[in-house]
């Protein structure tokens, strides 16, 4: 059975530091990787997806890096904002799962002005 | 991309009774599927709806407890019935869309409290 873990479960760091999530998977068979956003009332927003074949993708201040082999994954943002605070979700869809998502429970950030 | 609305947002109920939420997206899709987030929890898959065929449910998941019905490509709703403190979450449908890249649309979730 996939299971999925997010370290730290809550961070907090002042507005304009760099700072990394982490995700770890234990079966590396996956589809692929997503990582979304969680506020409070509006539901989840997909920030980055990475295919099974890939290693990173960027989008902005953010980048996500997948290592399938070692079943971890990383997201990194960089000059964080007051705008950033929210629920971190690492999820993964594994191989021949039919879109199935697995979540870990997530990492609440707080940016602090 | 794709809009999900939920009703209700959230709500108050007793325990024994039964409570249907609604999902609505504004475009067709094939696939749709009903979470649930417990509190402290991750979010869990509870069944995927397809439109024309049953529901299929996950382990631990069962269609007495969380009947759901698919009437149409844009609609389907989640029934929680026989509640009890322990179905307190937060339910979410989301969609599978694929435009340039595979990925699912969540609605904003229906916060349910059971006393």
């Known amino acids: 059975k996939q299971e999925v873990t997010q370290i730290p479960a809550a961070l907090s760091v002042p507005e304009g530091e760099n700072l990394v999530l982490n995700c770890s998977f234990t079966?590396?068979?996956?589809?692929?990787l997503q990582w979304f956003r969680q506020d409070p009332g509006k539901g989840l927003t997909s920030l980055l997806l990475i295919q099974s074949s890939q290693r990173e993708q960027t989008s902005g201040r953010l980048n996500a890096s997948l290592d399938k082999s070692s079943g971890r994954s990383t997201l990194y943002i960089a000059a964080s904002q007051p705008g950033d605070s929210a629920t971190y979700l690492c999820a993964v869809t594994l191989a021949g799962s039919n879109y199935k998502l697995t979540f870990g429970k997530g990492t609440l950030l707080t940016v602090n002005p | 991309s794709a809009v999900i609305s939920q009703k209700p947002s959230r709500d108050i109920c007793q325990r024994g009774t039964s409570l249907t939420i609604q999902c609505q997206v504004d475009s067709q899709v094939t696939m749709m599927f009903w979470y649930r987030q417990q509190p402290g929890q991750s979010l869990t898959l509870i069944a995927t709806?397809?439109?024309?065929?049953?529901?299929?449910?996950e382990s631990g998941f069962v269609i007495d407890k969380f009947p759901i019905s698919r009437p149409n490509l844009t609609f389907s709703t989640l029934t929680v019935s026989n509640m009890s403190p322990e179905d307190s979450s937060i339910y979410l449908c989301?969609?599978?869309?694929?435009?340039?890249?595979?990925?699912?649309?969540f609605g904003p979730g229906t916060r349910l409290l059971v006393l």
């Open positions: 989301s969609v599978e869309w694929t435009s340039g890249r595979q990925t699912q649309y």
């Open positions: 709806a397809n439109q024309g065929s049953e529901a299929t449910y």
């Open positions: 079966d590396s068979a996956i589809y692929n």
